[in-house]
């Protein structure tokens, strides 16, 4: 293959993550459009090397997401939430859902 091709592998191209959203949800205030799930603990190293290899790759494909760490991660690395990349240490409980209104240009009645 040529160089563009191996860099493409090499790089994360041809990976996607655990599942794409096809309707994007709000955690904690952050838009995610896909999720990663890691049975591992997010070392600095480890992180480091996901970021480059995958998840700045999903990011570059389908927009900000959310990272799990199973078994933990290193507080100081969730340091990207404001470029698009959610670090968690458990599935989120606190999940918006972003829905449209059944009837566009209907406002909600305000309580009588």
Known sequence: GTIAELVELTMGYDKTPDIILEVPIA??????????????????????????????SYWNRFG????IY??????????????????????????????HASQPGQLPQDPQ
Request: glycine share 10%.
């Open 27 to 56: 955690v904690e205030g952050h838009i995610v459009h896909w999720i990663e799930s890691k049975a591992s603990f997010g070392d600095d190293h480890s992180h480091r090397t996901y970021l480059n290899e995958q998840f700045w």
């Open 70 to 99: 199973w078994y933990g991660f290193i507080g100081e690395l969730d340091c990207q939430r404001d470029r698009g990349i959610l670090l968690k240490d458990c599935f989120p409980t606190d999940i918006s859902t972003l829905c």
């Open 64 to 67: 900000p997401g959310l990272v």
